[in-house]
């Protein structure tokens, strides 16, 4: 059971310190098989790049799917956003910085806003695939407007819980921060209440199965684990139920997934 609890809670929006530098999910920057993960890192910023998309959301596969709970194949999604980024040396250079929530690696019940870059991003994976969504172009404008807004630090919530509720505000994981950024994109306010009400109207989580004895005695043993936001069944967000959500109001643009043999089409 306990094995089953730990992978679980490598679920969604893995660990990183907070720094200044560029980070990844379950390290301190390394990135390893960097022959591999730096070209396909390249490839989705290309991919995107032609697109001419200014904010996408990302996903990376953490650990085997068959390990993880039905429905479920991303364990971390952030904002990638087309940006001018300088150099060590001071030149100014385009591509994209990733806007991420981390669970902290000394601190599983905390999280921290961390901005690291593509290939960081894609460091440490189990496969080199991901899920994209491509949000509409005026959606996009909105989410980045968040972004750069104070709006986008005051939808944090530090306490950090895997399975999150996504309609109550105690606690908060990767995917349901960016819900959160999503619907105050959408609707255009960074109010809590006004964003659950919209959440509970029109969002469905995605259900996590887990055992009863599962979810009693997990936040026993793993850090991080909290079912104390739930009055019923588990569900939190994930990158599929919020492709399911885009997609159902006409709000995504495409829906991706890109594999390390995927073709770039020019």
């Avoid at 995107?48 to 996408?56: D, F, H």
């Avoid at 690696?105 to 994976?125: I, N, Q, R, T, Y």
């Avoid at 887990?210 to 069944?233: A, C, K, N, Q, Y």
């Amino acid at each position: 059971m306990w094995k089953r609890i730990l992978l679980i809670f490598a679920l969604l929006c893995g660990m990183a310190a907070p720094a200044a530098a560029a980070m990844s999910s379950g390290s301190s920057g390394e990135i390893k098989d960097a022959a591999r993960v730096v070209p396909f890192a390249k490839k989705v910023e290309r991919m995107l790049a032609e697109r001419g998309v200014a904010v996408a959301i990302v996903s990376r596969v953490g650990r085997d799917p068959s390990d993880m709970p039905d429905g479920i194949t991303y364990t971390h999604v952030g904002l990638w956003v087309y940006s001018e980024i300088t150099t060590a040396d001071g030149r100014k250079v385009n591509g994209y910085v990733v806007h991420n929530l981390y669970q902290l690696d000394k601190s599983p019940d905390k999280s921290a806003l961390v901005d690291d870059f593509p290939a960081e991003f894609f460091g440490d994976v189990f496969e080199l695939k991901s899920g994209i969504i491509i949000p509409t172009p005026e959606l996009q404008a909105r989410l980045l407007r968040v972004v750069n807004s104070p709006s986008y630090k005051k939808l944090h919530v530090p306490d950090y819980s895997l399975v999150a509720n996504p309609y109550d505000w105690r606690y908060q994981n990767c995917t349901n921060f960016i819900m959160d950024n999503l619907v105050a994109a959408i609707y255009g306010t960074d109010d809590r209440k006004l964003i659950t009400a919209n959440l509970k109207a029109y969002y469905e989580p995605q259900p996590v199965g887990i055992s009863g004895l599962e979810r009693t005695f997990g936040p026993l043993f793993v850090g991080g684990f909290h079912t104390d936001d739930h009055d019923g069944p588990l569900r939190t967000s994930t990158f599929e139920s919020i492709a399911r959500f885009l997609q159902r109001y006409r709000l995504a643009q495409a829906v991706l997934e890109v594999k390390e043999d995927t073709p770039l089409v020019n």
